[in-house]
């Protein structure tokens, strides 16, 4: 599987972006597709997952009521608008794939994706 974020750049605060991940290759590994965030000095972070055959998604509590992910089958993307975005919203942001078909917060661990990006800076000025 082969991944590939973009849409990333500098906005303000309160500002939106919309963040897209373009699959490809064995797209049969990739039932669940999360995005995750990488600030300077930190860990990697999930931010959101959604379920290719459903739809169904999980979020970050960070970004609950902000951000939504979403799929489009037909051109196997996903994309990830922001809303309300915060300085604490900086990051490299990642778009993963996993084999397994269910969401949940066992989503966070990084070790369940197989495939990653490489990742979009996304940089919000206060």
């Known amino acids: 599987v082969q991944l590939q974020a973009s849409g990333g750049g500098l906005v303000q605060t309160g500002d939106s972006l919309r963040l897209s991940c373009t699959v490809s290759?064995?797209?049969?590994?990739?039932?669940?597709i999360s995005w995750f965030r990488q600030a300077p000095g930190k860990e990697r972070e999930f931010v959101a997952a959604?379920?290719?055959?459903?739809?169904?998604?999980y979020y970050a509590d960070s970004v609950k009521d902000r951000f939504i992910i979403s799929r489009e089958i037909a051109k196997n993307m996903v994309f990830m608008q922001m809303n309300t975005l915060k300085p604490e919203d900086t990051a490299v942001y990642y778009c993963?794939?996993?084999?397994?078909?269910?969401?949940?917060?066992?989503?966070?661990?990084?070790?369940?994706?197989?495939?990653w990006g490489q990742g979009t800076l996304v940089t919000v000025s206060s």
């Open positions: 290759g064995s797209t049969n590994r990739a039932n669940t």
């Open positions: 959604i379920m290719w055959s459903n739809g169904g998604t």
């Open positions: 993963a794939a996993r084999t397994g078909r269910s969401v949940g917060p066992f989503l966070a661990s990084v070790k369940l994706y197989h495939s």
